[in-house]
């Protein structure tokens, strides 16, 4: 392995441990803010992730207006995208996200804390991203994508404001700071969330784990001779990467991506195990793994045709303020949307004993 992909792969798993820690710790999570948000009236996740994009996407702007990082090489500002495709994508993600009761990054926290049903998440999150990107719905996905691509003169917020006759870098801080000043803002304007140091150091962390992914990847590890994709935290390809892996690391190499979910799975374990926290945990019913694996497979083709999840699209696409990351965001928020409420609203699992219960009683009627 070159020097440049030494210093990748150990970036990856060093972003990954601490992304685990912090995950664990602080429950960070998309579905859970939004859930505790709009069911329970309470917002200090979903301000953690407001301050976590804050923070991403003014760290990753500064990166890219002092040339340090090349962010136009990464996959979310390519010239051409298919906007329908990435909606889709989105709606599949966020959809499949209430499912299985989390994305694919909470997935690998809680299987480290012990939880099972996690695994099997992972397991099919990661077949289902592979069939999408490569196998038998790769052709269907490729179709789609030639049919409904468009090349935009514009392809990310500070190009569009540029139009205007403003120069790059101006654009660039122009919009970085309306848009991380407004998140930032609005994570603090909680009285709630100003005591909870906790989730104000989450969301930092989580900001700057982003901003570390793309130095490590597109400064650090840069390598003109054996070049590595620039990226950052993301997980529907990675996961689909590591399962591939496992079964033929010898035709593979380890990559960020790789290195940063096993990274996340083994900071959780011994966070875990450090704090008390590990517990087998499993499936309460047949009908709670089937929705799992639904789930779980809704997430893994959507966030392939999507280009990311949560994460990947929610915080690390946002911070390069690519047009396509917003329009995959918007399809992953409706999606989450329509499973937490309206008439799609995924139902609570009633327990198998109270099902029992409830069968009983109306039998004895």
Not at 288 to 293: A, W
Not at 308 to 327: E, K, P, W
Request: net charge positive; proline share 3%; hydrophobic share 55%.
């Amino acid at each position: 392995m070159q020097d440049g992909g030494t210093i990748v792969v150990v970036s990856g798993l060093l972003i990954g441990l601490a992304y685990g820690a912090i995950g664990l710790l602080s429950g960070f999570c998309l579905l859970s803010g939004l859930r505790g948000w709009w069911a329970d009236g309470d917002s200090r996740l979903i301000r953690t992730f407001a301050l976590a994009l804050g923070v991403a996407i003014a760290a990753t702007q500064l990166l890219a207006a002092g040339n340090v990082v090349d962010i136009g090489k990464s996959i979310y500002l390519q010239p051409s995208f298919s906007a329908p495709l990435m909606f889709a994508g989105g709606l599949l993600f966020g959809y499949g996200m209430v499912l299985s009761n989390g994305c694919g990054s909470r997935a690998l926290v809680l299987l480290g804390r012990g939880n099972l049903r996690s695994f099997v998440v992972v397991i099919v999150l990661g077949i289902s991203a592979q069939m999408t990107l490569k196998g038998l719905i790769a052709p269907g996905r490729i179709a789609v994508l030639q049919a409904t691509q468009a090349a935009p003169k514009s392809v990310s917020l500070p190009a569009l404001l540029s139009i205007f006759g403003l120069s790059e870098t101006f654009a660039r801080m122009i919009a970085a700071s309306v848009i991380a000043g407004a998140l930032i803002i609005f994570a603090f304007a909680h009285a709630p969330f100003k005591r909870a140091w906790g989730q104000i150091a989450a969301g930092i962390a989580v900001g700057l784990l982003v901003t570390g992914g793309w130095l490590a990847t597109g400064y650090l590890g840069a390598d003109d001779f054996n070049p590595a994709p620039v990226t950052s935290l993301t997980f529907i390809a990675p996961i689909a990467d590591s399962v591939q892996y496992a079964m033929l690391s010898t035709g593979l190499s380890l990559n960020f991506g790789i290195a940063m979910v096993g990274g996340v799975f083994a900071g959780s374990l011994v966070t875990s195990l450090v704090t008390g926290r590990f517990g087998w945990e499993g499936f309460t019913s047949p009908r709670h793994m089937l929705r799992s694996i639904g789930g779980a497979a809704l997430m893994g083709a959507g966030g392939a045709m999507a280009y990311g999840c949560s994460i990947g699209q929610g915080l690390t696409g946002l911070s390069t303020l690519a047009l396509a990351s917003f329009v995959a965001v918007g399809g992953i928020l409706l999606g989450t949307a329509a499973g937490l409420r309206g008439v799609l609203r995924v139902q609570p699992l009633v327990p198998a004993q109270d099902a029992r219960v409830t069968m009983q009683d109306g039998q004895a009627r």
